[in-house]
């Protein structure tokens, strides 16, 4: 399968439960967190993002949760379905003016079973 | 209708080959990015180009020579090809100075180095 090798972290659900994934990251300083999803042979697509002035956001059947004191990222999707199954990335935003850079974790694969 | 193109999709070619990988953005963004996913499905960023103007160059070896002729392109020239640019590489935009700096990728250039 697609996960043989890849060594990602990797998190199976059942088809309606939630999902809760989760990412670390390393700089302080970041003030911009975003979450991407990537399904297979695709390109990352944008999720849901999050300021570090906030702590919590939601979208649509998505929660980003957001520790500053422990740098830590989570994201929840609600009714996991099928069509979530993803590798899913958290990125940080650093740098300022035009030099802005985007540094992502290591991803997520979620499989989710019917 | 596509947001970020990247053309060709595969490609596949021998060692010491010279070859190059466009990229095109419709959505008036104007920064563009070149990164490098591996076979561990890894993301990191290679280049950046901010109206034409080069802003990120990451540790990237010299054969690999970004160009963008408007803002609308940012092409990857790779010179003498070696097993270890395998890999899939995206292309990415947007748009400085919103409030949200989120990147919209294209659909990846599968990189084979045979």
């Known amino acids: 399968g697609e996960s043989v090798g890849l060594h990602l972290p990797t998190l199976s659900v059942q088809e309606g439960d939630n999902s809760i994934i989760n990412c670390a990251y390393s700089?302080?300083?970041?003030?911009?967190f975003i979450w991407y999803k990537q399904e297979s042979g695709k390109g990352p697509q944008f999720i849901i993002d999050?300021?570090?002035?906030?702590d919590k956001r939601q979208g649509q059947r998505v929660t980003v949760l957001l520790n500053k004191t422990v740098k830590h990222l989570s994201l929840q999707i609600a009714a996991t379905q099928p069509g979530d199954s993803a590798v899913y990335f958290c990125a940080e935003l650093k740098g300022g003016g035009s030099n802005y850079k985007l540094t992502f974790g290591k991803g997520t694969l979620l499989t989710v079973n019917p | 209708d596509t947001a970020v193109s990247q053309t060709p999709k595969y490609l596949v070619t021998q060692m010491g080959n010279d070859k190059s990988i466009k990229c095109e953005q419709n959505l008036g963004h104007d920064t563009m990015y070149w990164y490098k996913q591996d076979s561990k499905k890894f993301l990191k960023i290679m280049f950046s180009y901010n109206n034409k103007e080069l802003i990120i160059n990451e540790t990237v070896p010299n054969r690999f020579s970004p160009k963008s002729p408007d803002k609308a392109h940012l092409n990857l020239h790779i010179n003498s090809l070696e097993l270890g640019d395998s890999a899939v590489y995206f292309c990415?935009?947007?748009?400085?100075?919103?409030?949200?700096?989120?990147?919209?990728f294209g659909p990846g250039t599968r990189l084979l180095v045979l």
């Open positions: 700089n302080s300083a970041s003030d911009y």
């Open positions: 990415a935009s947007s748009l400085l100075g919103r409030r949200r700096e989120t990147q919209y």
């Open positions: 999050i300021r570090s002035n906030m």
